[in-house]
């Protein structure tokens, strides 16, 4: 190892091991309250405020969203910075400029510079990474940066941006003893990122929570707009590497044949989300030379331009190998969905999961003559491995526990044939031990 990797190494485990990490412990690590972030961002002399942003929340469906908004960005020449959150296999990944990760130099210059604020203010690992991302934004000139809340709205570190337009993709049940027991109060804490007079663009409309958005856009003065109401995207054809789309606006087909680089027919719902905020920033930001050919090319070259993974990713074939990170019941429900359409002589299933889930209510989605292979992720909030093998016993699941997701892998790829599908998931974390 060079000293440099050596720097950059123990610089990540200083962040991770000194401050509060929700991906790691849970719900401790979260601070209900945008002081440390709001400190970080005076003492960096408000990066955030130098370029436009544009602002995603939602239960399933934002990072897909982040990605593809990231994408017709870029193909009409921006400069765009894009934040996500939790990585996959690289922390850097969280922070992109055009696809670029952030370099281990930046990181470690970054941590350096601030370590005695942070020191002394002690601030969560989301909230010091939020803050080298709009500060390397800043110091990157970029023209716009799209930022993915990480957990929430109101009160995520994130919401200290006043953006060009604000999007909630959904809501679901996830996260409930943070956000709420009930769709209605998880789509208050989302609806948190409504700022005064931006507008704001909602994915799906759902009777118990629509009537939260549209008090909280009255409230602020926020043109709302329902991309579910306007746009509809109807699959020609789908494979894990890319799908085409005939899109409808208002019953007029809008955008014939249009191919997202991305697998899945869920991503319809995204699509649509993401075309109504392709209308929206027409109208809003007039500056850019807004045209389809560069939205279809972006779109087209999504993985490239962005480095969107961990999504319905085919990792092999014969036997095919596929991989997703959902972890809540609205994106299991169309993973099995999905799973199911597929033509296989048997399925195998990695799975591993948060200790924190409502484990039963999430196996449910999975069919019960798949053959299982259970592991833990190799984070400290991980669900042991035999405790998940029990637990899907008395759900009718049947498989054995592994003692790492990368021996689960090996085993599952030891007994499938070549005409068996293989499928990874039930966490972010999961997917990363593999990809």
Same mark, same amino acid.
């Given at each position: 190892? #060079?000293?440099?990797?050596?720097?950059?190494?123990?610089?990540?485990?200083?962040?991770?091991?000194?401050?509060?990490?929700?991906?790691?412990?849970?719900?401790?690590?979260?601070?209900?309250?945008?002081?440390?972030?709001?400190?970080?961002?005076?003492?960096?002399?408000?990066?955030?405020?130098?370029?436009?942003?544009?602002?995603?929340?939602?239960?399933?469906?934002?990072?897909?969203?982040?990605?593809?908004?990231?994408?017709?960005?870029?193909?009409?020449?921006?400069?765009?910075?894009?934040?996500? +959150?939790?990585?996959?296999?690289?922390?850097?990944?969280?922070?992109?400029?055009?696809?670029?990760?952030?370099?281990?130099?930046?990181?470690?210059?970054?941590?350096?510079?601030?370590?005695?604020?942070?020191?002394?203010?002690?601030?969560?690992?989301?909230?010091?990474?939020?803050?080298?991302?709009?500060?390397?934004?800043?110091?990157?000139?970029?023209?716009?940066?799209?930022?993915?809340?990480?957990?929430?709205?109101?009160?995520?570190?994130?919401?200290?941006?006043?953006?060009?337009?604000?999007?909630?993709?959904?809501?679901?049940?996830?996260?409930?003893?943070?956000?709420?027991? #009930?769709?209605?109060?998880?789509?208050?804490?989302?609806?948190?990122?409504?700022?005064?007079?931006?507008?704001?663009?909602?994915?799906?409309?759902?009777?118990?929570?629509? +009537?939260?958005?549209?008090?909280?856009?009255?409230?602020?003065?926020?043109?709302?707009?329902?991309?579910?109401?306007?746009?509809?995207?109807?699959?020609?054809? @789908?494979? /894990?590497?890319?799908?085409?789309?005939?899109? $409808?606006?208002?019953?007029?087909?809008?955008? /014939?044949?249009?191919?997202?680089?991305?697998?899945?027919?869920?991503?319809?719902?995204?699509?649509?989300?993401?075309?109504?905020?392709?209308?929206?920033?027409?109208?809003?930001?007039?500056?850019?030379? $807004?045209?389809?050919?560069?939205?279809?090319?972006?779109?087209?070259?999504?993985?490239?331009?962005?480095?969107?993974?961990?999504?319905?990713?085919?990792?092999?074939?014969?036997?095919?190998?596929?991989?997703? @990170?959902?972890?809540? /019941?609205?994106?299991?429900?169309?993973?099995?969905?999905?799973?199911?359409?597929?033509?296989?002589?048997?399925?195998?299933?990695?799975?591993?999961?948060?200790?924190?889930?409502?484990?039963?209510?999430?196996?449910?989605?999975?069919?019960?003559?798949?053959?299982?292979?259970?592991?833990?992720?190799?984070?400290?909030?991980?669900?042991?491995?035999?405790?998940?093998?029990?637990?899907?016993?008395?759900?009718?699941?049947?498989?054995?526990?592994? #003692?790492?997701?990368?021996?689960?892998?090996?085993?599952?790829?030891?007994?499938?044939? /070549?005409?068996?599908?293989?499928?990874?998931?039930?966490?972010?974390?999961?997917?990363?031990?593999?990809?």
């Amino acid at each position: 190892m #060079t000293g440099f990797s050596a720097l950059y190494k123990d610089t990540l485990r200083y962040l991770e091991e000194k401050l509060p990490m929700f991906q790691r412990i849970g719900p401790a690590a979260i601070k209900k309250d945008l002081t440390n972030t709001r400190t970080l961002m005076a003492h960096l002399g408000h990066p955030e405020k130098t370029y436009p942003t544009i602002h995603i929340a939602g239960t399933n469906g934002k990072g897909s969203t982040a990605h593809m908004i990231a994408a017709v960005l870029q193909a009409h020449g921006l400069k765009t910075g894009l934040y996500i +959150s939790p990585h996959y296999k690289d922390f850097r990944e969280r922070i992109k400029i055009n696809g670029r990760f952030i370099t281990s130099k930046e990181v470690v210059e970054f941590v350096d510079r601030q370590r005695e604020l942070i020191e002394q203010i002690q601030p969560s690992f989301f909230e010091v990474t939020v803050a080298m991302a709009f500060d390397h934004f800043r110091r990157h000139e970029v023209d716009v940066a799209v930022i993915e809340t990480g957990l929430g709205g109101r009160l995520d570190s994130t919401n200290v941006i006043k953006p060009l337009l604000s999007i909630i993709t959904n809501i679901g049940y996830d996260h409930m003893s943070l956000l709420g027991n #009930t769709l209605p109060e998880i789509a208050g804490e989302k609806a948190g990122i409504i700022k005064h007079t931006v507008p704001v663009v909602v994915g799906e409309q759902d009777p118990e929570t629509r +009537s939260v958005f549209e008090k909280k856009a009255r409230q602020e003065k926020s043109p709302l707009f329902w991309a579910s109401q306007n746009y509809r995207a109807e699959v020609l054809r @789908s494979d /894990p590497f890319s799908s085409v789309f005939d899109v $409808w606006e208002n019953e007029t087909l809008k955008y /014939p044949a249009l191919e997202l680089e991305a697998g899945g027919p869920y991503q319809s719902k995204n699509l649509a989300t993401v075309l109504q905020a392709f209308s929206v920033l027409r109208m809003t930001w007039p500056a850019v030379r $807004w045209n389809e050919e560069q939205l279809r090319e972006g779109l087209k070259n999504l993985k490239r331009s962005t480095y969107f993974i961990g999504r319905w990713q085919q990792l092999g074939e014969r036997p095919i190998i596929l991989c997703d @990170s959902a972890h809540n /019941p609205d994106g299991l429900e169309t993973i099995r969905e999905q799973l199911l359409a597929m033509p296989y002589r048997k399925l195998h299933l990695v799975l591993g999961f948060s200790a924190d889930k409502e484990i039963g209510k999430l196996l449910a989605y999975f069919p019960k003559d798949g053959i299982y292979y259970f592991a833990k992720a190799n984070i400290p909030r991980g669900m042991e491995a035999h405790t998940l093998k029990e637990k899907a016993e008395t759900t009718g699941l049947k498989g054995r526990a592994y #003692t790492s997701v990368r021996n689960a892998f090996r085993a599952a790829k030891r007994h499938a044939a /070549p005409e068996d599908v293989i499928f990874v998931g039930g966490s972010i974390f999961v997917v990363g031990e593999v990809l």
